[in-house]
């Protein structure tokens, strides 16, 4: 929820009792129960009765909706926007040098360590690497991937390594697979287009052999 939620809430329940003979059924079935429905619609004198308990229970639907955005708030760690880094230098390419290889490594909820273990299996200076997370993760682990590379001096001397902040639904075996692996591939080549050969990869691909 945005901040000004609550408000706007407020408001709207306000409004409706300022007006309270246009949207007299919803407020008759919300705030006095099913009892009630079947009294005749003929006058609304018994209806004022009321009204200072309906005030009360708007006003208690509005402060628990605001407690349970303040603790939700608390739990979650605010993901920033993706910020890509470019290679700090370009690799030589030609006869006699190796290829240049484009790493796309995925990974669910739970997975961070493995696709960090999995990256420097994996690692030479000389190549691109992207790491995401998909919707079955947290905000929080997404965040925490960022910091266990960036607590990592040697994969940050090269400044070939990636986090993408955003997570998408993957369903393995739907196209959904497929749209995620050529999103990671447009990413690598808007960071750099300078490789040859992308390779996607997952948390459970460890263990492989590495380029050398």
Not at 76 to 97: H, I, T
Request: hydrophobic share 35%; net charge neutral.
């Amino acid at each position: 929820l945005e901040d000004g939620t609550n408000e706007r809430f407020q408001c709207r329940v306000y409004s409706g009792f300022n007006d309270f003979e246009e949207h007299f059924e919803v407020l008759k079935f919300i705030c006095i129960g099913s009892n009630m429905a079947s009294m005749a619609f003929s006058g609304y004198s018994w209806f004022y009765g009321y009204y200072p308990w309906m005030v009360v229970c708007a006003t208690t639907l509005v402060l628990f909706g605001s407690l349970s955005k303040t603790n939700n708030n608390q739990d979650e760690v605010p993901l920033k926007a993706s910020k890509f880094q470019k290679p700090l230098r370009l690799p030589n390419k030609g006869y006699g040098y190796p290829p240049v290889l484009a790493y796309w490594i995925s990974g669910s909820k739970g997975d961070s360590n493995k696709m960090v273990r999995l990256l420097k299996a994996t690692y030479h200076p000389r190549n691109q690497y992207l790491l995401q997370l998909d919707s079955g993760s947290s905000d929080y682990e997404r965040e925490n991937l960022g910091f266990l590379i960036e607590s990592e001096t040697v994969l940050q001397t090269f400044g070939n390594v990636n986090v993408e902040g955003k997570s998408y639904a993957v369903n393995k075996m739907g196209s959904s697979a497929l749209a995620a692996t050529l999103h990671a591939a447009a990413l690598l080549l808007k960071i750099n287009s300078d490789w040859d050969w992308f390779i996607p990869l997952s948390a459970s691909s460890y263990p492989l052999m590495n380029q050398d």
